[in-house]
């Protein structure tokens, strides 16, 4: 869930909420809900588990699995870029920490879309 107060120096998550629209689509969170109550806009997002930096961390640890899985979920990264690019909308804040692994599929890799300001 994010929060931001209504005429404050941002003004980013309606554009947010339309671009997860247009996003719609596996490997990107579904928006849940987008709305106004007094002073503050909110978006209600799908709950995710960790960023896949804490998941490669994890896999370097178990070094049976740690390549092919490592590989596995950079292919996942690389098309999730792919489908937003083909969108034409550009993340601005590629890190392994907006890369997260899915709560309900931990095989699915999300990209989480934050809009930044100019």
Known sequence: MKCEKIGGKFDILENEAY???ALKSFGIPKLISFGKVPGFKILIEELLG???????????KNKNKELNDICLIAIQCIDRLEFIHSKYIIHRDIKPGNFLIGRNDPNVIYLFYLLKNK
């Not at 960790?50 to 370097?60: G, M, P, Q």
């Open 19 to 21: 671009s997860l629209l």
């Open 50 to 60: 960790k960023a896949i930096n804490i998941v490669c961390n994890e896999l370097i």
